[in-house]
Antibody, heavy 121, light 109 residues
Framework: QVQLQESGPGLVKPSQTLSLTCTVSGGSISSGSYYWSWIRQPAGKGLEWIGRIYTSGSTNYNPSLKSRVTISVDTSKNQFSLKLSSVTAADTAVYYC?????????????WGQGTLVTVSS | QSVLTQPPSASGTPGQRVTISCSGSSSNIGSNTVNWYQQLPGTAPKLLIYSNNQRPSGVPDRFSGSKSGTSASLAISGLQSEDEADYYCAAWDDSLNGLFGGGTKLTVL
């Protein structure tokens, strides 16, 4: 059974860089037809797609965040990571990592439990 | 403001049929498939419907999806108390950006 687990600081100061890592267990991050994504959800609000990475390293980012986002993958550690720079209070949210399975059909099939990141001084 | 538009709330009594709409455009729903996710309080979203109208194994057939043009719908028949949750539609746009609807909070009265 594939599992995803987010990790990283729960508190980040304004203007600093938010850094999170998603560790994938129960399967290789390099195998299969998958994109690895980050999605966030401010308290009481909806889901926002941040971006995705394929194990080749190719990425797509939400245009509204593109200038501040970097998603990378470390296949040797079976992990992928998110960096979001110049954060403000508006970036406070629960951050989820998720696997997007594509092929005949595409969908987010596995999600991490989510990690709350608060931006505050 | 989400590119995919959902009603913020919906409600029904046990046993009723409820539908939730998701409106987009030709560059997202109109040219790509729609998925639906269910999010119970305090948990991560769970895939409910994929490719417009397909149910993953384990999802009751009370849940069904449809798509027409630039809109999609999720229908829940035989409403049960455990269906009380937030529901999100999702699609890609033609620029390969992921989109979610704003979410619909379903209340079982």
């Amino acid at each position: 059974q594939v599992q995803l687990q987010e990790s990283g600081p729960g508190l980040v100061k304004p203007s600093q860089t938010l850094s999170l890592t998603c560790t994938v267990s129960g399967g290789s991050i390099s195998s299969g037809s998958y994109y690895w994504s980050w999605i966030r959800q401010p308290a009481g609000k909806g889901l926002e797609w941040i971006g995705r990475i394929y194990t080749s390293g190719s990425t797509n980012y939400n245009p509204s965040l593109k200038s501040r986002v970097t998603i990378s993958v470390d296949t040797s550690k079976n992990q992928f990571s998110l960096k979001l720079s110049s954060v403000t209070a508006a970036d406070t949210a629960v951050y989820y990592c998720a696997r997007y399975s594509y092929g005949y059909a595409g969908y987010f099939d596995y999600w991490g439990q989510g990690t709350l990141v608060t931006v505050s001084s | 403001q989400s590119v995919l538009t959902q009603p913020p709330s919906a409600s029904g009594t046990p046993g009723q049929r409820v539908t939730i709409s998701c409106s987009g455009s030709s560059s997202n729903i109109g040219s790509n498939t729609v998925n639906w996710y269910q999010q119970l309080p305090g948990t991560a979203p769970k895939l409910l419907i994929y490719s417009n109208n397909q149910r993953p194994s384990g999802v009751p057939d009370r849940f069904s999806g449809s798509k027409s043009g630039t809109s999609a719908s999720l229908a829940i028949s035989g409403l049960q108390s455990e269906d009380e949750a937030d529901y999100y539609c999702a699609a890609w746009d033609d620029s390969l950006n992921g989109l979610f609807g704003g979410g619909t909070k379903l209340t079982v009265l």
